[in-house]
Structure formats: structure tokens, C-alpha cells
């Protein structure tokens, strides 16, 4: 009888599958934190929507440059105003607070491009003068939070999210705006370019 390699059942092993009406809950990913991190995020779909859920995963399984990758590829979509980011009504408490705090970090993201100069949708490279007095010519529209992320309730208990290493954010490593919602997390690196 000949065995088959644990390497090759993990490779073959079939992944879960996640949508924004199926999302992974924290706990899974907490359960998966080791396996999932430096890995595509689960979550499916396209839309704005699909993309902060993906946020959601890399950020609970500390894997900040998908976190930054997924933030980047938003920008990179114009027509997905941060505003309008559809309510997800999460019925899981603790996803929907986190999903709640990621618009903040959208803004802060991109509204310091916006106003070095950096419209969304700008091209990759920008070359000649041209191109950048095209640039300075387009109106600066500033991103705001959709207003449901502001009447999210803040979580009853204090929840955690450990940060790479497995460690508690400290005082000063702490994110304001996840403590707002009870939450202990790290800053989260979201600045990009």
C-alpha cells in the first residue's frame, strides 16, 4: 500500500469557500491563523463590498500586505466611492465592528494621495508634463466614511486581535479607531505609495 505524501494532501486538500453572504467568521480565522497567513484572502466576489471583506480576513490573521494589497487594489477602482460601500448588516457582532472601522483607514489611505496630487484612478505611471498638469486639473474629491460604519455599535466584550507574532498590540502600537469599538488591535499599516 503505498501512502500519499502529507505535502501533497495539503496541496490537494479542498478550501473552504467564502462569499460576503458566507463570510469566515473570527474564530475560524483565528482557528486558521498559521495556515491562512501570506495567503489569498477566502472571500470571493467583486465589489466593494467583497474587497472589505477581504480586508477583514487578512487583517484578523495579521497578514498586513495582503491587508495593504487589498487597500491599493481599491484605490485602483474609481468608481467604488468609499462612501458608498454597501452596508454589509453582518449579523456577527465582532465581523461587523471590525467591518465598520476599515472605511476609516480607506480614507486616511486615500485621501492622502488625493491631496498630494493622486486622483483615484490615475494611471500607473505618470509621464511628461502633460500628464501632470492633467492630473492637477482634475477637481480634488476627498473620500468620506459611509455613514453606516459610524452607527455600528461598539463590541459589549473587549476583543483582541493579536498582531503577526502572536503578541498584544501595545499602548503605543494600539489603533484608535478599532479602540473605539472595543477592540485591541494595531495600528494597521494602510499607507501605500
Known amino acids: ?74 484605490f485602483n477602482q ?3 466611492a468609499v462612501k458608498d460601500i454597501p452596508d454589509p448588516k453582518d449579523p456577527d457582532p465582532t465581523r461587523y465592528a471590525i467591518l465598520a472601522v476599515l472605511p476609516q ?24 508634463i502633460e500628464a501632470e498638469n492633467a492630473l492637477k486639473a482634475k477637481p480634488v474629491i476627498l473620500e468620506e466614511v459611509p455613514q453606516w460604519s459610524t452607527e455600528v455599535p461598539a463590541l459589549d466584550k473587549t476583543l483582541v486581535i493579536l498582531d503577526y507574532m502572536g503578541k498584544e498590540p501595545t499602548e503605543d502600537t494600539r489603533s484608535p479607531g478599532f479602540f473605539k469599538m472595543n477592540i485591541v488591535a494595531d495600528e ?6
Open 1 to 74: 500500500m503505498q501512502l500519499v505524501p502529507a505535502f501533497l494532501t495539503r496541496l490537494f486538500r479542498r478550501k473552504p469557500q467564502f462569499s460576503t453572504e458566507n463570510p469566515p467568521s473570527f474564530a475560524w480565522l483565528l482557528e486558521h491563523r498559521a495556515e491562512r497567513s501570506e495567503q489569498p484572502a477566502l472571500t470571493k466576489g467583486l465589489g466593494s463590498e467583497a474587497s472589505l471583506y477581504r480586508m477583514y480576513e487578512y487583517l484578523v490573521v495579521g497578514y498586513m500586505i495582503g491587508l495593504r494589497s487589498e487597500i491599493e487594489f481599491f
Open 78 to 80: 474609481p468608481s467604488w
Open 105 to 128: 483607514y480607506l480614507t486616511v489611505a486615500f485621501n492622502r494621495l488625493i491631496e498630494r496630487g493622486l486622483p483615484r484612478g490615475s494611471p500607473a505611471i505618470i509621464a511628461g
Open 188 to 193: 494597521p499599516h494602510v499607507l501605500f505609495v
